[in-house]
């Protein structure tokens, strides 16, 4: 089971949030996913395979094509539980996504997200990780 979203942001979600934009950040590639917390439900909307401002124009079009409330972004941790050079990686990703697009981001625990992927068959594991760390973030809400 992949780990829970981090409960003080769960705690400071407005009801007003509904569409959510999931964010697998990694190196190379980016999976996406889109979800309503209405229906609690998520999609994979495919992989971004671009860096640096390449990475953010893809997400700028899927964020105008979307028109989400807020945006999930995937942490990295050791099984333990510990942070590591990737955690931080993805945590200044976030800061940069909220600085741009000025929307909410929230946080959430990815660990054996991509295992689960992977283990279910997905043929985009990035998208589909982002659709799993989505419904996870989702089912945490109130």
Not at 29 to 43: E, F, I, K, Y
Not at 52 to 80: C, M, N, T
Not at 92 to 115: A, I, M, N, W
Request: with cysteine; glycine share 8%.
């Amino acid at each position: 089971m992949t780990g829970a979203a981090q409960a003080p942001l769960v705690q400071a979600i407005s009801p007003g949030l509904n569409t959510f934009l999931a964010i697998d950040f990694g190196l190379k590639r980016t999976g996406l996913a889109v979800g309503n917390r209405l229906l609690r439900t998520a999609q994979p909307a495919g992989s971004v395979h671009a860096e640096g401002d390449a990475r953010f124009a893809h997400i700028a079009l899927r964020l105008k094509e979307w028109q989400p409330d807020a945006l999930v972004i995937s942490v990295p941790y050791h099984p333990d539980g510990a942070a590591h050079e990737n955690t931080a990686r993805a945590k200044k990703f976030g800061r940069q996504l909220h600085g741009r697009f000025g929307l909410p981001v929230f946080e959430v625990d990815e660990r054996y997200s991509t295992t689960e992927a992977l283990a279910s068959g997905a043929r985009d594991a990035d998208a589909a990780s982002a659709c799993i760390i989505l419904e996870q973030f989702l089912r945490s809400l109130p």
